[in-house]
């Protein structure tokens, strides 16, 4: 699996553990981009491979999500990529819970996602509970994963709606990254880590 460069934490190997030099979650307001914050030395415990995974790793934390339909367009791409602030993942033994919130920008309305699943060699294959949303992961200092949202509902109307005070460039690039989603439903996914 490849990371789209653009969706990467930054990470830095200092000693035994993984060190999170500099993660930044950028949240888009309605005119586009409002705001980045940044995690500065987050350490977390190492993780040299899925095998070592211990239970009950994580918990809450935050990812980044990229329409892979508008992410290689030049002009959507500032617009194709999302903050999540609301990501779950419970370990227990060799099974996992993934869950995260789809933003209203994205499909119309706040889209909850719940997968679960557990290893599969060096990654972790995750479904829905409807079969219909499947994910591959891979870990490192982040967990990257690629999704497929299979017949994800996506409305038009209400994205519309949701990006009705953008200005008309931002209204127009969210109105196309959401159609392009609805296209083509997949995303990628990079996960902060915690311990």
């Given amino acids: 699996m490849a990371r789209p460069p653009s969706l990467s934490?930054?990470?830095a190997v200092n000693g035994l553990h993984s060190t999170l030099r500099l993660a930044a979650i950028c949240v888009f307001g309605l005119a586009g981009m409002a705001a980045c914050a940044y995690e500065d030395d987050v350490e977390t415990a190492p993780l040299l491979s899925i095998s070592e995974?211990?239970?009950?790793?994580?918990?809450?934390?935050?990812?980044?999500?990229?329409?892979?339909a508008a992410s290689t367009d030049?002009?959507?791409?500032p617009?194709?990529?999302?903050?999540?602030?609301?990501?779950?993942?419970?370990?227990?033994?060799?099974?996992?819970?993934?869950?995260?919130?789809?933003?209203?920008?994205?499909?119309?309305?706040?889209?909850?996602?719940?997968?679960?699943?557990?290893?599969d060699g060096d990654l972790v294959i995750l479904r829905s509970h409807d079969g219909?949303?499947?994910?591959?992961?891979?870990?490192?200092?982040?967990?990257?994963?690629?999704?497929?949202?299979?017949?994800i509902v996506v409305s038009d109307q209400a994205v519309a709606a949701y990006w009705n005070e953008a200005d008309p460039v931002a209204q127009d690039a969210h109105l196309r990254v959401s159609a392009a989603?609805?296209?083509?439903?997949s995303g990628t996914m990079d996960i902060l880590l915690r311990r």
């Fill in 132 to 151: 219909q949303v499947a994910a591959t992961c891979e870990l490192g200092a982040t967990m990257f994963c690629e999704l497929d949202y299979g017949d």
């Fill in 79 to 119: 617009y194709a990529t999302f903050a999540l602030d609301d990501v779950h993942i419970d370990i227990a033994g060799s099974a996992l819970q993934l869950s995260f919130v789809l933003p209203q920008g994205l499909t119309g309305e706040a889209t909850s996602i719940l997968l679960e699943g557990g290893r």
């Fill in 74 to 77: 030049a002009e959507l791409a």
């Fill in 181 to 185: 989603f609805a296209a083509q439903p």
């Fill in 9 to 11: 934490y930054v990470t």
């Fill in 53 to 68: 995974w211990p239970s009950g790793l994580v918990g809450p934390t935050t990812g980044i999500h990229a329409v892979v």
